[in-house]
């Protein structure tokens, strides 16, 4: 049974770095084609994918955020790391964590998403 | 690496067909066969409908098809029932990167 489990902070204040948590069992990240991403929804807005990490440690971001995220995974712990830095506002979003399904790439496992709430 | 364009909204009645497109470029849904659809209700994870395009994960009902023109996408859902209203998102893979739909409220009238 695959779950994937999203973990941080439900405040940052502007400027701050924010570091999220996904936490994974049911599938390995060291298996041939296995990829997890990162996914945000504002309130009562559309969904924006954020990055992919891939099994063999390829790395892939957004143009728009590129500069300020960071993905990194523990093989070992089942977990991949998300990192982005000065947090402003805009930010607030519900974060989700999701996995990639090889070859025919889409998302068949969903967190169930953390909201992260930007304000000082 | 803009999102893909989809109507803000869709309406039909209980019975009826609607699609939904989805409008990419040549650099995504034009290149890839690698759409994927998903469902939304208010509060909860997105749920994938369809994949590579045309084809329905098990247990999804087979009132959801898909299919691609193109650049262009299209979502179909025929025999609408009240548990449809939700909001509806295309996804293309294009390389490096996996850009959304701008996203589809559809409501059954």
């Known amino acids: 049974q695959v779950t994937l489990r999203e973990s941080g902070p439900a405040l940052v204040k502007p400027t701050q770095t924010l570091t999220l948590t996904c936490t994974f069992s049911?599938?390995?990240?060291?298996?041939?084609?296995?990829?997890v991403s990162w996914i945000r929804q504002p309130p009562g807005k559309a969904l924006e994918w954020l990055a992919r990490?891939?099994?063999?440690?390829?790395?892939y971001y957004s143009t728009s955020l590129k500069t300020r995220l960071t993905i990194s995974k523990d093989t070992s712990k089942n977990q991949v790391v998300l990192t982005m830095t000065n947090m402003d506002p805009v930010d607030t979003a519900t974060y989700y964590c999701?996995?990639?399904?090889?070859?025919?790439?889409?998302?068949?496992?969903w967190g169930q998403g953390t909201l992260v709430t930007v304000s000082s | 690496q803009s999102a893909l364009t989809q109507p803000a909204s869709v309406s039909g009645s209980p019975g009826q067909s609607i699609t939904i497109s989805c409008t990419g470029t040549?650099?995504?849904?034009?290149?890839?066969?690698?759409v994927s659809w998903y469902q939304q209700h208010p509060g909860k994870a997105p749920k994938v409908i369809i994949y590579?395009?045309?084809k329905r994960p098990s247990g999804v009902s087979n009132r959801f098809s898909g299919s691609k023109s193109g650049n262009t996408a299209s979502l179909t859902i025929s025999g609408l029932q009240a548990e449809d209203e939700a909001d509806y998102y295309c996804?293309?893979?294009?390389?490096?990167?996996?850009?959304f739909g701008g996203g589809t409220k559809l409501t059954v009238l």
């Open positions: 999701a996995r990639i399904r090889p070859p025919q790439y889409y998302f068949d496992y």
């Open positions: 049911g599938f390995s990240l060291s298996t041939s084609g296995m990829c």
């Open positions: 990490i891939d099994w063999d440690d390829d790395k």
């Open positions: 040549s650099s995504d849904v034009g290149s890839y066969n690698l």
């Open positions: 590579e395009g045309t």
């Open positions: 996804c293309s893979y294009a390389g490096s990167s996996t850009p």
